[in-house]
């Protein structure tokens, strides 16, 4: 009997596995669910676990935040014994956050096989460090899951073994197709007829005073024609109070559970992001999206989808905004197995393999 055991640790990676691992006990498969607690406030974890119906974590590592080498160290130092004592057969782990690079680390010096969910990914940019997570992962896993067939062509211009590769579709579309319903029926009162749906929390963007000053002026110079709600990351909300930012005309959020923001998606007349799962939900919506972004690791979100990149260019994300206004969006169809069963395609891959 196989014994499956998965690492997840921060809030993308929560909505990913949901899925893998509702579809695994479907098929009666022992799994072991460890978090390593790199997202810890509650509306950071705990109220996703509920809402997504993942099932108490066996393990928690706690490790909690840090620098990339003292957060990556911490979770690899507290992952190993709980691996060896465990003894899977193999190890899951999702996306690009460092607890995923961090796991398969430890597992592949063990010998312990890894599979990695949304596997082939690649922004070309270096400078993010999800994109160093996403090479290594990739390098050291055994079964590489892909979301788009982008991913595929990635891993194997990189020489990985086409036999390790599959195509499966997205995961975090498989928990957004489930929700859907109860989102779509969550009321929304007192939100603004249109507005856009803010989120930002990657480094380059929040993390100097000078870019995160000029996002932000330039979301309350539009503020007048369409209200700005920007539910703000705790990293983003420690960055605008040390920066001494304005945000008067915003209106300001705490990070929101899983549902209330698929919610606000599907009514927002423009999302406006940073984040990588963001782009893919809003295409998968038929939502335009805007990413502050010189690149996207998620490309078929632009070629089929609603994405539109505005990088760095105050002009640019004001020309796409007052284009979307005037209902010359962009419009996108759904990419290839985004249907709500990329859960089960590896759920049976893994029976099998
Ligand atoms: C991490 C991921 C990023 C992902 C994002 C989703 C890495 C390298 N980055 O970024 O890819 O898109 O999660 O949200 O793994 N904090 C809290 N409470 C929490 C968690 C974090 O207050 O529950 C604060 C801490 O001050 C921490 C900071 O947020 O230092 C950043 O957290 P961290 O996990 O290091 O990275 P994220 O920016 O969340």
């Given amino acids: ?14 909505v990913k596995a949901a899925p893998v691992l509702r579809a695994i006990r479907q098929l009666g498969i022992r799994q072991t669910l460890v978090h390593t607690g790199q997202h810890y406030d509650r509306n950071m974890s705990d109220v996703f676990f509920t809402q997504l119906e993942i099932p108490e974590p066996d393990f928690n590592l706690e490790v909690g935040s840090g620098s990339h080498a003292v957060q990556t160290a911490e979770i690899m130092r507290r ?46 940019d270096r400078t993010m460090p999800e994109e160093i997570n996403r090479i290594v992962t990739d390098r050291l896993a055994d079964l590489l899951f892909t979301p788009s067939e982008d991913g595929d062509a990635n891993l194997l211009r990189e020489g990985v073994p ?17 929700l859907l ?28 005073n000078e870019n995160l000053q000029r996002i932000l002026n330039s ?20 960055r605008i109070e040390a920066f001494g930012i304005n945000t008067e005309r915003l209106h300001l959020l705490e990070p929101i559970p899983y549902i209330e923001f698929l919610s606000l998606q599907t ?3 423009v999302v406006i992001t940073d984040s990588g799962g963001i782009q893919e939900e809003s295409s998968y919506l038929g939502v335009p999206c805007l990413t502050l ?23 640019m994300l004001t020309s796409e905004l007052k284009k979307i206004l005037s209902g010359k969006a962009k419009k996108g169809t759904i990419p290839p197995l985004w249907d709500g069963h990329a859960g089960d395609r590896i759920a049976n891959l893994l029976q099998i393999l």
Avoid: W
């Fill in 267 to 269: 009514r927002a007349t």
């Fill in 1 to 14: 009997m196989k014994h499956i055991l998965h690492v997840v640790g921060a809030r993308p990676n929560f």
């Fill in 181 to 208: 319903p109860v989102a779509k029926s969550f009321s929304q009162n007192g939100m603004p007829k249109r507005f856009a749906l803010v989120t930002l929390h990657r480094p380059s963007n929040v993390d100097s």
């Fill in 293 to 315: 972004r010189a690149n996207t690791e998620r490309p078929v979100t632009v070629t089929c989808g609603t994405n539109t990149l505005v990088g760095e260019d105050k002009d």
């Fill in 79 to 124: 992952f190993e014994p709980v691996v060896v004592e465990c003894k899977p057969d193999i190890v899951l782990v999702y996306g690009d956050v460092n607890s995923t690079v961090a796991a398969a680390l430890v597992c592949a010096k063990l010998l312990i096989p890894i599979g990695h969910v949304e596997a082939g990914l690649r922004s070309f």
């Fill in 219 to 238: 979301l309350t110079e539009v503020s007048g024609e369409l209200g700005i709600i920007f539910p703000v990351h705790p990293r983003t909300r420690q």
């Fill in 162 to 178: 086409k036999e390790r590769i599959h195509f499966v579709g997205n995961v975090m579309i498989d928990s957004l197709i489930r």
